[in-house]
């Protein structure tokens, strides 16, 4: 059975429903994540929010009109600022091939240039009878095609064989330390820019690292991210099996 891909799709409390009735939709296609801003962003709720974008394969962020915005004198509908700022971030990781933005047909709202490149699916947001899942059918069906054609974002698993499978393998510190830091978060991954934080003695030996892990499938090498201009590498099924036989979650 073929791997579904992980569908991202946020929008406003007041797009919520459009949201739903695209999830409805698409249940056949991919696994898909609702995120409704219920709240406003915090450092946690941001943490959950990258970890989501780096373990999806693509989003789709509804634009309904919540505000109004003065332009030249004039005022436009437009969309919520923190829906923009997710697609901002799955743009960043995703690229804009793989985000989708589903707005009202009917409506006149603004949207920032720099979104060009972005599949907009529209609907009819006035349909008399009030059914939404009916009206983002069309919609739905243009996304379903892209999502059958790119598949899962992620590069394929890479077996590699080894000549001795009863060698134990010996890991560095830093190894230890960035497979614990992969473990510990929902999205199983470690992203190069935190070596860019770290001791700058440390970092020749934490790029190390992750060479060596990836050399013994303990992770995989999984997309580039354009915002941070680093790489984000994922554990492998024998990196976890590792993890877990070794007791490093214990460290978390």
Partial sequence: MNKKPKLFIASSVEGLDVAEAVNVNLEYVSENTLWSNAFQLSSITLTTLIERANSSDFGVFIFTPDDGLEMRGNTRSAVRDNVLFELGIFIGNLGVERCFIVKPRDVDLHIPTDLAGVTIAD???????????????????????????????????????????????????????????AVGNASESFDTAQI?????????????????????????FGHSNRISKSMVYHLTSE??????????????
Wanted: net charge negative.
């Fill in 123 to 181: 609907y009819d947001s006035n349909r008399s009878d009030k059914d939404l899942s009916s009206a983002l059918s069309f919609a739905c069906t243009k996304m379903k095609a892209v999502i059958k054609a790119e598949g899962v974002f992620e590069d394929p698993d890479i077996e590699l064989e080894f000549e001795d499978q009863g060698k134990e393998i010996e890991l560095s510190e830093e190894a230890l330390s960035i497979l614990i830091s």
């Fill in 196 to 220: 860019h934080y770290s001791d700058a003695k440390l970092r020749p030996y934490l790029n190390q690292a992750i060479e060596d892990l990836v050399s013994i499938n303990y992770m995989r």
């Fill in 239 to 252: 990196g976890r099996k590792f993890a877990l036989s070794s007791g490093l979650v214990e460290h978390i």
